[in-house]
């Protein structure tokens, strides 16, 4: 049973508004329609911070700034998120669901130029698709469903909490050895490049 097509309260999560004309072809596994479209939205949003946390890698590849174990990390960092967007499109399919391709955004990351300004990045990154993720969730429970509840709990929320307080710790440790936004900071990258080799073993 479908659930009514109401007003919708405003939301973060970025439903794919072209979504709507055509996810009554499908036939769906009790997946309602609200949390199609979320979780088509939200496979987009996890390849645009794919693409992001690739550009991001770029640029500690470069000569001017060659910080490798950090590039290494967010090359890593990309990956996974690729491969969460992945499991998503995988899931949503599952369900009976469709994606909607559309174009990816640019990355955003020009004016970064320095490791703080890219770790401040990173960490707002995932704070959004936190929230977007609980907000998801609890769309899910209110539109009855309890399983696309549960898979996003268990293989998107629970994984992404400890990796925010770890990289929340980290910005703390960038900024007492101190790093800065224009990439003033001097010997305290390379200090922070060798701290990136203890955070990607605890993952």
């Not at 020009?110 to 609980?134: F, N, S, Y």
């Not at 907000?135 to 696309?148: F, I, M, T, Y």
């Amino acid at each position: 049973m479908s659930e009514p097509r109401g007003k919708r309260l405003k939301s973060s999560v970025p439903v794919c508004k072209t979504h709507r004309a055509s996810a009554g072809s499908a036939v769906k596994q009790n997946l309602p329609s609200i949390v199609e479209e979320g979780l088509c939205g939200v496979s987009s949003l996890l390849m645009e911070l794919a693409y992001r946390l690739q550009a991001l890698a770029k640029i500690f590849e470069q000569d001017d700034m060659p910080l490798p174990r950090v590039a290494a990390y967010f090359h890593q960092e990309s990956a996974r998120e690729q491969e969460q967007a992945e499991a998503m499109l995988h899931y949503l399919s599952e369900r009976g669901g469709q994606y909607c391709n559309k174009d990816i955004q640019r990355p955003g990351t020009d004016q970064v130029c320095a490791l703080l300004p890219a770790l401040e990045l990173l960490l707002g990154q995932w704070k959004e698709e936190m929230a977007i993720m609980v907000e998801l969730c609890q769309l899910a429970r209110e539109h009855g469903d309890p399983h696309s509840a549960s898979m996003l709990k268990s293989h998107f929320l629970q994984p992404l909490t400890p990796k925010i307080k770890l990289l929340g710790d980290l910005l703390t440790n960038v900024r007492k050895v101190g790093c800065t936004s224009d990439g003033a900071g001097g010997f305290g990258e390379y200090i922070i490049d060798q701290l990136y080799e203890e955070l990607t073993r605890s993952d």
